[in-house]
């Protein structure tokens, strides 16, 4: 089973400046979570008013058909309308998180797009950066089109991008911390010289949060804990939706400069009297 919806990409709104990971092309530039919702239920409706496309999952986690008596996540998400991403959630070795991934394909069909993360430790889920490096690099010799949860470490990113990795996912702050982006200027030098998407994952905590990551440049955003968090879940999908949209049109649009002293909006110049 072929896990790549369209959702609509020729007729969405924003067709003319898409999202392109691994050669495909999205409308949504937030791409969500399934971890932490109340029930299945929850997770479709937040994904829906979230207007995401590409939904990633815990291939350790989640039922996807194997245990045919709990709830399968490709009811809730269907394949023909959402791209679903594998990810290594819980992996802490190279060797763990390269072999979810080919779980993954062996139970999808052949599904050649997935999230690797391997984390360093249980306190802080900090990405272990050299097991990162190298399951990448293994993952991608085998095939695989690696979206790579990361540290903001500008040179770690360089590294990742020219083993083969299709997307760089630097944190924003620890993962479901909700502190939103601690270090702009690290965020800026990674997305200043990659040639991939780079999108913020991990720290957002609202949707002030994901604006200032795309007014930056990012080139999306991926939250679970913001979302499924929240007081009201599918509202908050909503908000991010719109802050995700907000962002990218004020970082096309260019923001004026940063200025000490006042600049009138009404030029004193060639008054009548």
């Known amino acids: 089973m072929a896990l790549s919806g ?12 898409p999202l392109v990971i691994a050669g495909k092309s999205y409308h949504s530039r937030l791409l969500t979570g399934t971890g932490k919702f109340k029930d299945m239920d ?6 829906e008013a979230a207007g995401a496309q590409i939904v990633t999952f815990a291939v350790r986690r989640m039922n996807l058909g194997q245990d045919p008596g709990q709830p399968n996540l490709l009811d809730a998400l269907p ?40 984390l360093g430790d249980s306190k802080t889920l900090f990405p272990d950066v050299v097991q990162t490096l190298a399951a990448a690099k293994t993952l991608v010799a085998d095939g695989f089109q690696v979206m790579v949860y990361t540290s903001d470490d500008p040179i770690i990113a360089r590294e990742l991008e020219a083993i083969g990795c299709v997307a760089i996912m630097p944190l924003a702050a620890p993962i479901g ?17 990659a040639k991939v998407p780079v999108l913020v994952d991990a720290g957002v905590g609202t949707a002030s949060d994901a604006a200032i990551a795309m007014e930056l440049g990012c080139d999306g955003v991926l939250m679970n804990t913001a979302i499924a968090g929240a007081r009201d879940p599918v509202a908050m999908a909503g908000a991010m939706r719109k802050a995700i949209q907000a962002g990218r049109e004020a970082f096309l649009a260019g923001r004026i400069p940063r200025r000490r002293n006042a600049s009138a909006s009404s030029p004193v110049d060639g008054l009548f009297f």
């Open 177 to 193: 911390s909700g502190l939103g982006i601690q270090n702009k200027y690290n965020l800026l030098e990674i997305i200043e010289n």
């Open 79 to 118: 394949p023909h309308r959402y791209t679903l991403l594998p990810n290594t959630a819980g992996c802490y070795n190279a060797e763990d998180a390269v072999r979810t991934c080919q779980l993954a394909r062996e139970l999808l069909d052949g599904h050649a797009l997935v999230k690797l993360e391997v």
């Open 6 to 17: 369209d959702n609509r990409v020729m007729n969405a709104p924003h067709c003319s400046d």
């Open 42 to 47: 929850e997770t479709a409706r937040a994904s």
